[in-house]
């Protein structure tokens, strides 16, 4: 049989003491370099991709204080000077105001019916445990991937003989529920994210269902609320769908279709720079909206991985 014999260590002379010397290993320098190309490379595509979303909206801006004729003879030049003469025209003439009213009225109701109603159907299926919870959270996960095209016929009999149609509040009923899928998705998996002991100790404490989610869970859950709200609130103002079908009375048309017939009307005309004065005050709140609530709708996206 072999043995392994290890040799002695080398006893330290007198006087001597042994340090333990570190030696410095370098560090391989080809990760570093493919790192800072690959982080050269990613914010040049950032940049490119600001610069083709920004100067559209720029240039729309800048078109909508111009006249007709130097829209088209100096497309890409600054206006001689601002034209606010475009903006009350499309205000007044163009009736962007009644559009934009009854726009805000839709979306307005809409919004506070979906997070109201969305927030509360989430609570729900994320806190509690019963017969059919996941049968129901997958209706509404299989109800964002239902076209609302193969809906429109149905819905149009549905809501005319509800008496709803050519009405706010009709539209206001068929956003909520166009919006509610998303958002109960959304909402279920946030409230998943926050700690269950805040809402035990409000039970331990008296507190009821409806008091510890109004006053305690919903408070909590506000970074998302406005993240699926900045969503909700895009998706609606855009929509244009669903009330060319279910509202055709001119008199309660929203901001899109008003700028379709807007379109229409002054390009027969040849009145461009109203056409593009309506066209920024459609974009305004959006972009308004996002600016306001960029951290929140930051916060609300992230919140889950940071849990």
Avoid: C
């Amino acid at each position: 049989m072999k043995t392994t014999e290890t040799p002695a260590p080398l006893p330290a002379e007198s006087g001597a003491t042994v340090s333990k010397i570190d030696v410095p290993v370098p560090r391989p320098s080809g990760k570093k370099s493919e790192g800072g190309v690959l982080n050269v490379f990613s914010h040049g595509v950032l940049i490119i991709w600001a610069i083709m979303v920004v100067t559209p909206l720029l240039w729309a801006v800048m078109t909508s204080f111009k006249s007709d004729s130097s829209i088209f003879s100096s497309p890409w030049s600054l206006p001689d000077h601002l034209h606010f003469d475009n903006w009350a025209r499309a205000w007044t003439d163009a009736n962007m105001s009644d559009y934009f009213l009854n726009t805000v009225l839709v979306v307005g109701g809409s919004l506070v019916g979906t997070l109201v109603l969305g927030s509360m159907a989430a609570y729900v299926l994320a806190r509690f445990d019963f017969p059919g919870n996941r049968f129901i959270y997958y209706l509404f996960v299989g109800g964002m991937s239902f076209p609302i095209m193969l809906a429109l016929v149905p819905l149009f009999y549905v809501v005319n003989n509800m008496g709803l149609l050519n009405t706010i509040h009709g539209l206001i009923l068929v956003y909520i529920a166009y919006s509610l899928p998303f958002t109960v998705f959304f909402l279920t998996a946030f409230f998943r994210t926050l700690p269950t002991s805040v809402a035990e100790a409000a039970f331990v404490d008296g507190a009821s269902h409806t008091r510890t989610f109004f006053q305690i869970m919903l408070p909590m859950a506000k970074p998302g609320l406005i993240s699926v709200g900045i969503f909700n609130f895009l998706g609606q103002w855009n929509q244009y769908m669903l009330p060319t079908v279910l509202n055709t009375d001119p008199d309660k048309k929203v901001l899109t279709q008003g700028l379709v017939q807007l379109a229409v009307s002054q390009g027969y005309k040849g009145d461009w720079s109203g056409l593009f004065a309506g066209l920024v005050m459609a974009m305004l709140p959006v972009l308004g909206a996002y600016i306001v609530f960029q951290r929140q709708v930051v916060q609300g996206l992230t919140a889950g991985a940071l849990k």
